[in-house]
């Protein structure tokens, strides 16, 4: 389990209360506000390495990665050969949002959990520069 994982599992399990269950709320909202950021970094540069995609977070196991359009292709096609129709229909829905992301303000991630799999556009907030540029390059 990653450090970050095992913090915000810490604190939410909390048992504290009152004056102390405040503090410790607002550290949580700090730490979720950093995560956020780093993980926000990360899919720029996975998409400026790698082109548009998502940065996928894997809560089950415990992983991240950031796969592009390319890889999500190759993964479907995959897929498709082995007739998984669950796998099939969850990456032709990713890349439908990959097609309809505004990439000059947002990136995506991805997570997977117990509860099933969700995808958010996330407004980069003080990375917009990167932003533009990549989203240049992809509309020529």
Do not use: C, P
Not at 21 to 27: L, N
Not at 53 to 77: A, H, K, P, Q
């Amino acid at each position: 389990m990653s450090r970050r994982n095992k913090l915000v599992k810490e604190l939410v399990a909390s048992k504290k209360f009152g004056k102390e269950k405040d503090q410790e709320q607002k550290f949580l909202l700090a730490t979720a506000e950093l995560i956020l950021t780093d993980l926000i970094d990360i899919a720029i540069k996975g998409v400026e390495r790698s082109g548009a995609g998502t940065l996928v977070l894997n809560l089950i196991n415990d992983s991240s990665v950031f796969m592009s359009g390319n890889d999500i292709e190759s993964d479907l096609r995959q897929a498709e050969s082995a007739e998984d129709e669950e796998i099939v229909t969850f990456l032709r829905g990713l890349m439908e949002e990959i097609d309809e992301n505004d990439w000059s303000t947002n990136v995506l991630i991805t997570l997977i959990s117990d509860a099933g799999t969700r995808t958010f556009a996330v407004e980069a907030g003080r990375s917009q520069e990167s932003l533009r540029a990549i989203a240049e390059e992809f509309t020529g």
